[in-house]
T-cell receptor
Framework: GDSVTQMEGPVTLSEEAFLTINCTYT??????LFWYVQYPGEGLQLLLK?????DKGSNKGFEATYRKETTSFHLEKGSVQVSDSAVYFC??????????FGAGTRLTVKP | DTAVSQTPKYLVTQMGNDKSIKCEQN?????MYWYKQDSKKFLKIMFSYNNKELIINETVPNRFSPKSPDKAHLNLHINSLELGDSAVYFC???????????????FGQGTRLTVV
């Protein structure tokens, strides 16, 4: 079945460092891809999404590009802030409306 | 106005008890989900309901049973609670877009269940 694999955490960075969280997927169709963020003590919130190959999703300085050839959707941010500390989930939604999540990557940003 | 709301937010109970968690969405969505998040933050889908019909059941023990009285509600009943059931349970909903697959899930705030 469809699945999502994202890099193991935790990730610890200093403020203003560059962030990459890798995500790859396996799907039989053409899924939509998402990044969700979970701040401490809260539910998951949609961060960005891309619905077709070569689409770039972006929000709050975060970006991810839907790469069909490498089946990837890596999350990047050029300069992280302490307030970006959270758990990040890569996810896909296929034609059957199934939502599949990766295991989550905990990011800690230190001042 | 909360889009997806679940109650209670915290639930502490003894082993062997039966408990329920309620979920309501006011987004008019066709599909609702229950997810279990363990202590390592791994998110695992438990159930998905589309127009009151179960469409996913991911090898969840039959002690767990979803109940959907209508499209806006998906409650989770758990019988004979075990220590390993301790986790955070998230309810979510999404609009059915079976033609495009272009859908996103909206999540509730979670219910932290602790079994002692």
């Amino acid at each position: 079945g469809d699945s999502v694999t994202q890099m193991e955490g935790p990730v610890t960075l200093s403020e203003e460092a560059f962030l990459t969280i890798n995500c790859t997927y396996t799907a039989t169709g053409y899924p939509s891809l998402f990044w969700y963020v979970q701040y401490p003590g809260e539910g998951l919130q949609l961060l960005l999404k891309a619905t077709k190959a070569d689409d770039k999703g972006s929000n709050k300085g975060f970006e991810a590009t839907y790469r069909k050839e490498t089946t990837s959707f890596h999350l990047e941010k050029g300069s992280v802030q302490v307030s970006d500390s959270a758990v990040y989930f890569c996810a896909l939604s296929d034609i059957r409306n199934d939502m599949r999540f990766g295991a989550g990557t905990r990011l800690t940003v230190k001042p | 106005d909360t889009a997806v709301s679940q109650t209670p937010k915290y639930l502490v109970t003894q082993m062997g008890n039966d408990k329920s968690i309620k979920c309501e969405q006011n987004l008019g969505h066709d599909t609702m989900y229950w997810y279990k998040q363990d202590s390592k933050k791994f998110l695992k889908i438990m159930f998905s309901y589309n127009n009151k019909e179960l469409i996913i059941n991911e090898t969840v023990p039959n002690r767990f049973s979803p109940k959907s009285p209508d499209k806006a509600h998906l409650n989770l009943h758990i019988n004979s609670l075990e220590l390993g059931d301790s986790a955070v349970y998230f309810c979510a909903s999404s609009q059915d877009s079976s033609l495009t697959g272009n859908t996103e899930a909206f999540f509730g705030q979670g219910t932290r269940l602790t079994v002692v």
